[in-house]
């Protein structure tokens, strides 16, 4: 039996409901072959049946368990060098002279959509380089994802050699130490993290967010569409201080969606921040 293209529809548009994420119709055998494999766990053989499941059930943990199928996790650390390069180089240096005029040792930071953990480690890694005695500096990196196992691999902190092939290897020996073929973040890094579940759709857990200097959300808004864009870009701005910082995808655009971020040009980088 195969999943009909209105049955499709409507498990796609519940998933919107519930995640913001949107299926297009060409993504039918991806999303049917996810269900599929949930279904024969659980000896259910019928994709009306599961839908009902999911859909009324008061348990949401099984379309948590569907949710974390169906959302994809590729990344590695340092991923899209070049932008993380002129965040590091001219961007944190702006920031940092400005909260040391001000007299304030405290930076925010906020990795949405951080699947398995690379992204707000390789920040935490950054800013022990960059910062001036960064053991002075009260730091937050907040970590969020839909995804709940995959923030269970986040929290280990174990990665195999594809996730750390762009790592400089003064930073692979600084940061990492090596279990077999395996590599795990050491102790200073990962105490610098908060990972913490999230759906960004969530509007009273996104209004919970404040103050933050940076937030990185990038990769994620590709799956969502735009209506739903446009409503985590707004949060995200309530979210962010005033002359806080933005980064999202190279296919990602943030003028494309709202004006209410500002460009700017620092140290030869154009990047987004509030105004």
Known sequence: MSLTTDLYQRYVDLIYKRTGIWFEPHKLYYVEKRISERMEELDVIDYREYYHLIKFSN?????????????VNETYFFRD???????????????????????????????????????PYTLAIILLEMLPDPKSWEIE??????????????????????????????Y????????????????????????????????????????????????????????????????????????GFIYLGHSESVSRITEAFKMKRVGGNIVYYKP
């Not at 969020?144 to 280990?156: S, W």
């Not at 990972?195 to 590709?222: A, H, P, T, W």
């Open 141 to 170: 990196i907040l970590a969020t994802d839909i995804n709940t196992r995959v923030l269970e691999e986040a929290r280990k902190g174990y990665y195999n050699a594809r996730s750390v092939k762009d790592v400089p290897p003064e």
């Open 59 to 71: 348990d949401t943990a099984e379309i948590e368990l569907l949710i974390n199928r169906l959302t």
């Open 81 to 119: 060098f070049p932008q993380l390069a002129g965040f590091a180089e001219a961007v944190l240096p702006e920031v940092v002279r400005e909260k040391q005029a001000a007299g304030v040792r405290k930076l925010k930071i906020w990795s949405a959509g951080c699947a398995t953990g690379e992204e």
């Open 172 to 243: 692979l020996e600084r940061y990492f130490t090596r279990r077999l073929d395996r590599h795990l973040i050491n102790l200073n890094v990962k105490k610098m993290v908060q990972f913490k579940y999230l759906n960004l759709m969530d509007q009273q857990g996104m209004q919970e967010q404040s103050g933050f200097d940076f937030i990185f959300c990038r990769n994620v808004l590709i799956y969502f569409n735009p209506e739903s864009r446009l409503k985590v870009l707004e949060n995200f701005y309530r979210s962010i201080r005033s002359g």
